[in-house]
């Protein structure tokens, strides 16, 4: 056990540092396994030495990043926790004050982790991006805040978003209305990470316009898509058919993200899941990115996280 004081030289920072009743530093507690005494701005930290340097290195990064203007709040704490965790080295002012867009309610969408830096980073250079990983790891939505900054930036002319209509153990015919009506509850997620980003009502302005389309994947059949950016979401559950349908829609001037989840697949046995055999396919094709995300990159509920350990766990004997 070991002892280590860190003093900061602003105490309005480091009030800003420690949280409201010290949330952070208790964040930091709790996921770094050491005690901190607080006294003004000088924290005593002790515990075990690899937790003690984590813990200081953590605190010492997250105050940069407050003298950087940026606002910092518990969540946040806990992502850069996990990715000092998983990379020590990792500087935290490279990943966090990325800013991807600033949504309709003036917050800010950036990456939290070292993996959505690199995903952030892959659709900025590339016309064609795979984002490919477990549930929560911010696949979809950074997509969307991607193209909503392009469209607001003018590099492209419409967004649309396409999602396979496949059943997770229900059946579409069951549903009450028309097709239209049938397949909505599919496309909902691509609308709620719309209207966080441009507000409801402009949201909805954009989609009457025709400038922003969500539609299910076989609407895309026959079409060339110029000027947009697309994002294909929930792609493990498009047939080797279908991938290869939508790949081939891409116009002049425009940007495809493939978002998909290789463990929730929703086909019957006897067909093959396009996102699986485009990584086969198209992998080593120069201006096509394949970016994976973990367990750690999950922003959602910190349960969300160990659910997902657990069911990799009984994957991994069963295999």
């Known amino acids: 056990m070991i002892r280590e004081e860190i003093t900061f030289a602003d105490n309005h920072l480091a009030l800003l540092l420690y949280g409201d009743l010290n949330r952070n530093l208790k964040i930091i507690e709790e996921s770094g396994g050491v005690a901190i005494q607080v006294r003004g701005a000088t924290l005593a930290l002790s515990g075990r030495e690899h937790e003690v340097a984590l813990a200081a290195s953590a605190l010492h990064k997250l105050y940069e990043l407050i003298r950087a203007g940026y606002p910092l709040y518990p969540p946040d704490v806990a992502y ?3 990715v000092l965790e998983s990379s020590p080295k990792a500087v935290l002012k490279d990943i966090f004050l990325d800013k991807v867009y600033i949504t309709a309610e003036h917050k800010v969408v950036s990456p939290k982790s070292i993996n959505q830096k690199h995903y952030i980073d892959a659709i900025r250079r590339h016309d064609i991006v795979f984002g490919i990983g477990p549930a929560g790891t911010g696949k979809t939505y950074l997509a969307v805040a991607m193209a ?3 469209y607001a930036a003018r590099q492209v002319k419409s967004i649309i978003l396409a999602r396979p209509a496949v059943e997770a153990g229900e059946r579409l015919g069951f549903l009450p209305g028309d097709l239209a009506q049938k397949v909505n509850p599919y496309l909902r997620p691509l609308q709620d990470a719309l209207q966080d980003m441009l507000g409801s009502s402009r949201a909805s302005e954009l989609l009457e316009e025709g400038v922003i389309e969500i539609a299910p994947l076989a609407f895309m059949r026959g079409r060339t898509l110029n000027n947009a950016f697309v994002i ?10 279908q991938m290869k349908m939508f790949l081939t829609r891409l116009g002049f001037n425009s940007k495809a993200v493939i978002t998909g989840d290789i463990t929730q697949v929703d ?3 006897e067909k093959r899941s396009g996102l699986v055999e485009a990584r086969r396919l198209l992998g080593k094709i120069g201006g096509i990115a394949f970016c994976d995300f973990s367990e750690v990159d999950v922003v959602r509920h910190p349960l969300v996280q160990k659910i997902i350990l657990a069911y990799a766990k009984q994957e991994r004997r069963r295999k």
């Open 148 to 150: 909503a900054a392009a």
């Open 232 to 241: 294909l979401d929930e792609a493990q559950n498009t047939t080797s058919e």
């Open 267 to 269: 086909l019957p046995p």
């Open 80 to 82: 850069a926790m996990r």
